[in-house]
């Protein structure tokens, strides 16, 4: 069965960096597409990218010009840069697999980590 | 971007009630619409895919139907284990979206 688990600083300062690792256990990750979706205090989900097993990025608009996705598929680890961050950036930060039905292109994210929460402040 | 309206933003409802969320999209997006489930200080679980498509695990009084802008999410008897936050989100284009969220509470 497959299980993310995120990891980082939970408290980060304005102006730096926001650094998360989302391991992946139980699968490979080859063939699938690996999201960062963070979620505000109180409120709703926003998309921050994805990264496919082969390196191809994808962000959202939003965040492009502060976002960075890598992956390291020989320790099945993807991972989300976020700089420079301001309080705005104060979110629980989630990993998900990125999946679509066989045979389809209907995407849907079907395996989510626990989340993590980053505070920015100083 | 592809902006997907909730509605209602809450409700409540007694334990054996059938309940229907609905989803909007600004714009047509096929069956590319998915629903996740969140519990508070859980992460979102995925309960239908595709628009209509039950995921595996997810009790069979959950179900979803539409197509191209206008969806709804049933639950035909409301059991206590699921009083969450329910949340839509469309896979049609990047960047993906999701809509603001209905939280459903105990009448």
């Known amino acids: 069965q497959v299980q993310l688990q995120e990891s980082g600083p939970g408290l980060v300062k304005p102006s730096e960096t926001l650094s998360l690792t989302c391991t992946v256990s139980?699968?490979?990750?080859?063939?699938?597409?690996w999201s960062w979706i963070r979620q505000p205090p109180g409120k709703g989900l926003e998309w921050i990218g994805y990264?496919?097993?082969?390196?191809?990025?994808h962000y959202n608009p939003s965040l492009k010009s502060r976002v960075t996705m890598s992956l390291d598929t020989s320790k099945n680890q993807f991972s989300l840069r976020l700089s420079p961050v301001t309080a705005a950036d104060t979110a629980v930060y989630y990993c998900?697999?990125?999946?679509?039905?066989?045979?389809?292109?209907?995407?849907?994210?079907?395996?989510w980590g626990e989340g993590t929460t980053v505070t920015v402040s100083s | 971007d592809i902006q997907m309206t909730q509605s209602p933003s809450s409700l409540s409802a007694f334990v054996g009630d059938r309940v229907t969320i609905t989803c909007r999209a600004r714009q047509s997006i096929s069956s590319y619409l998915n629903w996740y489930q969140q519990k508070p200080g859980k992460a979102p679980k995925l309960l239908i895919y595709a628009a209509s498509s039950l995921q595996s695990g997810v009790p069979s009084r959950f179900s979803g139907s539409g197509s191209g802008t206008d969806f709804t999410l049933t639950i035909s008897s409301l059991q206590p284990e699921d009083f969450a936050t329910y949340y839509c989100?469309?896979?049609?284009?990047?960047?993906?979206?999701f809509g603001l969220g209905t939280k459903v509470e105990i009448k």
């Open positions: 139980g699968d490979s990750m080859s063939s699938y597409y």
């Open positions: 998900a697999r990125d999946i679509t039905a066989e045979g389809s292109y209907y995407y849907y994210m079907d395996v």
């Open positions: 990264i496919y097993y082969d390196g191809s990025t």
């Open positions: 989100q469309q896979s049609y284009s990047t960047p993906r979206t």
